[in-house]
């Protein structure tokens, strides 16, 4: 990192420019050390039951021999983890480690035809599903090259009596699990069972090993695999834990996971960085129940929170939130998406806490920019570069801006992602000759090295955090055969920051927006569909016959 970056005169004291990367040769090798500093501390909490270092540790190493031993999957195999927030999680995400796999983490949420793409475009071997969503994947089975199916309910790892209570209430009381048929499949706790029998695989790995593929949208629409090495993610739980450790007392702390952990924010900020902190994940499992959710928080004296501006935006407007005890809460993060001005202060009025903003994306596994955890308020910036990353702000020739001028905001760091997988050529669009990677965020730098985002680039639609790629809602709403043309865009949402509003035009004149509407529950996850949809006679183009997105989004509602 040059000595002109400005940032570096007024870095956040105590966190150091450069972290060691040689610390550990894989995420493995992390784990397994705090397994054994901090053996007797609870890791992980669900529905009030906790799991200690020790328990994850025996656990994890049963499932990796169970994926070893009798599955005989080897190091580079792909495994798909399709789970909420639940104590399996973890369980089956440091096995899988532990085994030498590469892990696709999928949206429980996935429809058919998503679920369809992502298992056979990673080529993944095994899934772990939760019985509620075991529907979708048995109607994909015989399309995808999984072999191996193991699922599990939702109440198996919370201990008798309160797990089987559990999940024969979810089943047979409140009816939401739909029936399915998966031939073969093997149940999450008998696969513990024959691992508890075999050995743990010592496998050898190293920081060009691939740890994970992490599905994201693109220019294309196509959603492809971020390839996250354990080098890549190694350096970004290191970079976050260097960036939080002044504040954080190892060992003693409690964070509230609401974020999936299969989303990359909750999975290296919450999970990886505090099993390094030795502290506590507690795991909401359905934190849209807001009133739930605010009533588990009354339960635990808890530490740290992260989150999307949605969720603390809904917390706060949830009775009661305002009566629970803040006095151990000292950081808060926000990411995914935009953190508004009107929130936060609300946050640290009711909280005392100052909600600090942070940037990343999927490719950077995923901290780029974090502001100071200590700061005394919300200043509207996305922070400074963490340590050993470079940021600059580029025009459309490459050329770096200086301060005050607008431009790409573009990344280097050992956390940049190794590619996408079996795309080289989107690849090179993304990463260029110099090694810089181009976010399509536009932003600009301050003086005194904070950065802002002033826009996207791309047409991406942020909602709730997620990413909405606008090609692949026009890709399915086209396959409607009552649709002759359409183009979506992100529009202002107050709950979520945006929505989707798709413009089409009709190729069947009694096409009407329930039916669009309910093809579109069909084809798409819910963050995914069409809260507006405007029928119009033509759409807007270009001399060569492109839809002019933009000019349907600065358009006033008709």
Known sequence: MSDAQPWLAQYPAGIPHEINLSSYPSLVALAEESFQRYRDRPAFANFGYSLTYADIDRLSAQFAAYLSGTLTMHKGDRIAIMLPNLLQYPIVLLGAL??????????????TRELEHQLKDSGAKAIVVLDNFATTLAKVKANVPVEH??????????????????????????????PFRIEGAVRFKDALAQGAHLPLPRISMSHDDLAFLQYTGGTTGIAKGA?????????????????????????????????????????????FAF?????????????RDMPGFVKELGKIKFTSITG?????????N???????????????????????????????????????????????????????????????????????TQVCIQDDSNTILPAGESGELCVKGPQVMQGYWNRPDETAQTIDQNGWLH??????????????IVDRK?????????????????????????????????????????????????????????????????????????????????????????????GLRDNPPQ
């Open 98 to 111: 532990r085994a030498g796999l590469v892990v696709v983490n999928t949206n429980p949420l996935y429809t």
């Open 318 to 388: 949830t009775p009661g939130f305002e009566k629970i005890d803040f006095s151990g809460l000292h950081m808060t993060l926000g990411g995914g998406m935009s953190v508004q001005r009107a929130v936060a202060e609300k946050w640290q009025a009711v909280t005392g806490c100052t909600l600090a903003e942070a940037y990343g994306l999927t490719e950077t596994s995923p901290a780029v920019c974090i502001n100071p955890i200590d700061l005394k308020a919300y200043n509207g910036s996305i922070g400074l570069p963490i340590p050993s």
């Open 149 to 178: 199916v193991i699922t599990t309910a939702l109440g198996d790892m919370l201990g008798f009596p309160k797990g089987p209570l559990m999940s024969f209430a979810v089943k047979y009381l409140k009816h939401m699990v739909p």
């Open 458 to 550: 791309k047409d991406m639609i942020l909602v709730s955090g997620f990413n909405v790629y606008p090609n692949e809602i026009e890709d399915v709403v086209a396959m409607h055969p009552g649709v002759l043309e359409v183009a979506a865009v992100g529009v202002p949402d107050e709950k979520s920051g945006e929505a989707v509003k798709i413009f089409v035009v009709r190729k069947d004149p009694h096409l009407s927006e329930e039916a669009l509407r309910e093809y579109c529950k069909q084809n798409l996850t819910g963050y995914k569909r069409p809260h507006h949809i405007e029928f119009r006679k033509d759409l807007p183009k270009t001399n060569v016959g492109k839809i002019l997105r933009r």
């Open 439 to 452: 976010t399509g965020d536009i932003a600009r730098m301050n003086e005194q090295g904070y950065f802002f």
């Open 275 to 287: 099993i390094k902190n030795g502290g506590l994940n507690y795991l909401i499992t359905n934190p």
């Open 308 to 316: 999307v501006n949605t969720l603390f935006n809904g917390l706060l």
């Open 227 to 271: 390839m996250l090495s354990h080098g890549n993610m190694i350096a970004n739980t290191l970079q976050a834990y260097a960036w939080i450790n002044n504040i954080l007392l190892p060992g003693k702390e409690v964070i509230i996971t609401a974020l999936p952990l299969y989303h990359i924010f909750a999975l290296t900020a919450n999970c």
